[in-house]
């Protein structure tokens, strides 16, 4: 009597090719949205401080209302 034995190549979980494809989109997500909050951030610095006034903000205080919920500033 013979015995057979088979193996299937395992894969390790995390490096399939539909990792590396969501890995893109997810840099790309958050490409267009960077540029969308320096283009933000650079609208705020072309005020006045009266205007950031009108709106509750400093000068110094511009980076962290814009990126505040994506990093600890």
Do not use: C, W
Not at 23 to 50: C, F, H, K, P, W
């Amino acid at each position: 009597m013979a015995h057979v034995t088979s193996q299937t190549p395992r894969t390790v979980p995390g490096f399939g090719l539909g990792t590396i494809f969501q890995s893109i989109g997810n840099t790309l997500v958050m490409i267009a949205q960077a540029n969308s909050r320096v283009r933000r951030v650079e609208t705020l610095n072309a005020m006045s401080d009266a205007e950031l006034a009108k709106q509750g903000l400093k000068r110094e205080d511009i980076v962290r209302h814009v990126f505040g919920d994506m990093y600890y500033l």
